[in-house]
């Protein structure tokens, strides 16, 4: 007895540190599960569609084209064990009263590049609907609660595999355990509703088995761990097909048994049977009744008919890429892929796992000379495992050229390689290189909510003293305004094409909806052309009409990508309204004293043109006036016809004020003027008071001559003048003679 009490004590020390793991996971986790609006998971909204398909007593749902019928869309070919058990939950709490309703965001992703939070919501959220949490918000959070279960899970089958393969090293099981329990992105799926990482958990269970089969010595038990590995592998096929990948590996890790004389030949085969027989007896009826139904035994078909689903080769992207995508969000990409940290982040990790590689050449080279090679039976594991690695890869390659799909979750089968050959990997470098490994995952998993999700589903705080200004307001017609803008400030009042340009919007809510009204960022040029847009709900999609409380005032940080063909550089108008987008109808605008609208621009951006005259040097000195560099003109003109001319200008100092630009047709005999066209340069969309020191314009104007003007030979002079005072400025200039033809 004094023995044992001695001994218990010492395993629940040696135990601590493996459950503060497990404590800090959950913790993380259940934060990530907090912050994280509901459906904001990767196809979250479908998962629990079909959580609540099963709670409701409706069966297995349709498969096939039927599938896209249903709120399951493609999910309705998933196997349905993390499913079934959701379902239990839910049946005990109801999924109504209220029901958790899932609205999606119209305006998910903004289309503009992604280095800035912005409609990264795939749903609209009602902040009040899930308080009390009740009905079916309380379902939901149950279901993200049995991800995290099952995320502990993952973590105990990856250190039951290290513990087996390093026993005699406790550093090496902690240390997987520890950079897959603090992995932000293992972290995250775990916490929200998914069936990747149950799918994971099994995967990694069923490792655990089959390690334990492969260290130890033959006995009577190998039939019940070969069978237990394969009901546990069928377990994580009901749950997610993917996980059955590793049934292969496994089988040629127990025909090693038998070519390595540690089993014989006939105890080798018999333990493969066992696992198929143990995944077949689990999974064989899901994929049987799959391919009578509709002729997909795994279940894969829906896939065929999502927005998703390539059907031209020729837009696929190139292995490189989709590669490069599938490892950046192995580390981190939250929501729907959107919200990432920094480029840099994703540098480190590479540095990382080419770290990890160098340590595997170091290892293999020092396992060939003899040096420390860990027992057979390890190193089959090992071997099994990185074959394990090479098939889920394989698979995800064929997937990612049957539908856009790179995921770095999809590897999730193989995480029980991947972290226990970086653990491996940095120690062949340096006992110490691992703690880099772990402080960089753990810091990351800390700085996560911080930096990344609460910015990214944060609604613009609520202001209380936001100044008068505008004081526009937006409404239905004959009703009562329901919104009123108080101020519209572009970052920037000068812009490239191809740039995408902030503007922040400050709003005033008059009134209360229940419906959806959308911000409208539009840049107007010449003729009312569209050169860009930006339609999004207010509060970049988390202030949506809907959640408006009348009297409250907030402002928007809208994003507008300018197209890189604008041209050419003028001073383009900027435009914002609220519109209907059930009737694509504009709310009507009024000013403060209640007058409407005709338009609604609020301010004007010079846009720079692309390549073309735009910013040339012109060595003008300091003058302030824009001087002509040359002209293009026809000499021949007739009357009644519009005669088009082009000026370039060249701009040596700032002209400070708007100009206007006299055009007159002059009889060189007396000096009268017979006909003239004057203006601002190209037709006031581009005053002078913008022009930049350095830069040439180009003004292609038209000079409509009269249908009275007598023929003969004229002189064409041009000049500036100030339109406010009169006042002429410079000299005029002699454009050439005009002959008007009879």
């Known amino acids: 007895m004094a023995t044992h009490g001695g001994e218990s004590p010492e395993r629940v020390r040696g135990a601590l540190p493996l459950i503060a793991i497990l404590a800090g996971f959950l913790a993380l986790g259940g934060l990530y599960a907090r912050l994280i609006p509901p459906f904001e998971g990767p196809d979250e909204a479908q998962h629990f569609a079909y959580v609540v398909w099963l709670a409701e007593g409706r069966g297995l749902p349709p498969r096939g084209a039927d599938s896209w019928q249903t709120p399951l869309q493609q999910e309705a070919g998933q196997p349905p064990l993390y499913y079934a058990l959701a379902a239990l939950l839910a049946r005990l709490v109801g999924v109504d009263e209220p029901p958790a309703v899932y609205r999606e965001n119209p305006y998910f992703p903004a289309p503009h590049p992604r280095d800035v939070f912005d409609n990264d919501n795939r749903a609209i959220h009602d902040t009040d609907a899930a308080r009390p949490l009740r009905g079916g918000w309380l379902a939901f959070y149950l279901t993200r609660g049995l991800s995290l279960l099952f995320g502990l899970g993952l973590i105990l089958g990856i250190y039951g595999v290290a513990r087996q393969l390093f026993a005699d090293t406790p550093a090496i099981p902690l240390g997987a355990a520890f950079l897959v329990a603090f992995s932000p992105q293992v972290i995250y799926v775990s916490s929200m509703v998914s069936n990747d990482v149950p799918a994971a958990a099994f995967s990694a269970l069923a ?55 540690r089993r014989s030949w006939r105890q080798a085969v018999g333990l493969s049977a066992l696992l198929g027989l143990g995944a077949a007896l689990v999974a064989g009826w899901w994929f049987v009744l799959g391919w009578l139904h509709d002729g997909s035994p795994a279940g894969l078909s829906p896939h065929d008919g999502a927005p998703w689903a390539i059907t031209d080769p020729a837009a696929l992207p190139s292995m490189l890429e989709r590669w490069r995508e599938v490892g950046r969000s192995f580390v981190l990409a939250l929501g729907w892929g959107t919200i990432r940290p920094a480029a840099w982040v994703y540098d480190v990790a590479l540095l990382l796992v080419a770290l990890a590689m160098a340590g595997w050449v170091v290892t293999l080279w020092r396992w060939r000379r003899g040096v420390t090679p860990p027992a057979p039976g390890a190193r089959a594991v090992l071997g099994v495992l990185a074959l394990a690695l090479v098939v889920v890869a394989l698979f995800l390659e064929v997937w990612m050229r049957r539908v856009t799909a790179p995921h770095g979750r999809l ?68 009703a009562a305004p329901l919104a009123e803008l108080i101020s519209v400030t572009p970052a920037r009042h000068s812009a490239a094409a191809g740039d995408v340009l902030p503007a922040r919007l400050c709003w005033r809510a008059l009134g209360e909806t229940e419906r959806e009204y959308t911000v409208f960022l539009q840049l107007i040029g010449p003729a009312n052309a569209l050169i860009a847009s930006r339609y999004t709900y207010p509060g970049q999609g988390l202030r949506p009409t809907s959640g408006w409380r009348s009297g409250e005032s907030w402002c928007d940080l809208l994003h507008i990508h300018i197209p890189e063909t604008v041209a050419p550089t003028l001073i383009y108008r900027l435009e914002v309204g609220l519109l209907d987008d059930a009737t694509d109808r504009r709310l009507a605008a009024t000013d403060a004293t209640g007058a409407t609208l005709p338009h609604t621009f609020v301010d004007g951006v010079r ?21 002509l560099l040359d002209s293009s003109l026809a000499t021949d003109w007739q009357p009644g016809r519009d005669q088009p001319f082009t000026l370039r200008w060249g701009v040596g100092g700032a002209v400070g004020r708007d100009l206007q630009l006299y055009v007159h047709l002059r009889d060189p005999r007396t000096g009268q003027t017979v006909a003239q066209a004057d203006g601002a340069p190209l037709d006031g969309w581009y005053p002078t008071s913008w022009w930049e020191p350095g830069e040439v314009v180009v003004d292609e104007r038209v000079f409509p001559l009269p249908s009275d003007t007598p023929p003969g030979e004229y002189e064409l002079v041009i000049g500036w003048y100030d339109l406010v005072s009169g006042e002429r400025l410079g000299e005029s200039m002699s454009l050439g003679t005009i002959r008007v033809g009879p």
Do not use: C
């Open 207 to 261: 490792l655990a088995l089959f390690a334990r089969l492969m260290t130890s010595k033959p006995g009577a038990r190998d039939g019940r761990l070969a069978f237990a590995a394969g009901a546990v592998l069928g377990l994580g096929g009901m749950t997610k097909v993917s996980s059955l990948l590793l049934i292969g590996p496994l089988a040629l890790g127990l025909g090693w048994l038998g070519w390595s004389g």
């Open 607 to 627: 846009v720079v043109a692309q390549g073309g005259t735009a910013m040339e040097p012109a060595p003008l000195g300091g003058s302030v006036t824009p001087q």
């Open 411 to 478: 590897l999730f089968p193989a995480l029980t390689t991947i972290v226990l050959g970086a653990v491996l990997g940095w120690r062949a470098l340096h006992p110490r290189l691992p703690l880099l490994g772990y402080t960089f995952v753990l810091l990351l998993a800390l700085l996560t909510p911080v930096l990344l999700i609460r910015p990214a589903y944060m609604p613009p705080p609520l202001q209380a003293n936001l100044p008068p200004g505008l004081g526009w307001r937006f409404g239905e017609p004959d």
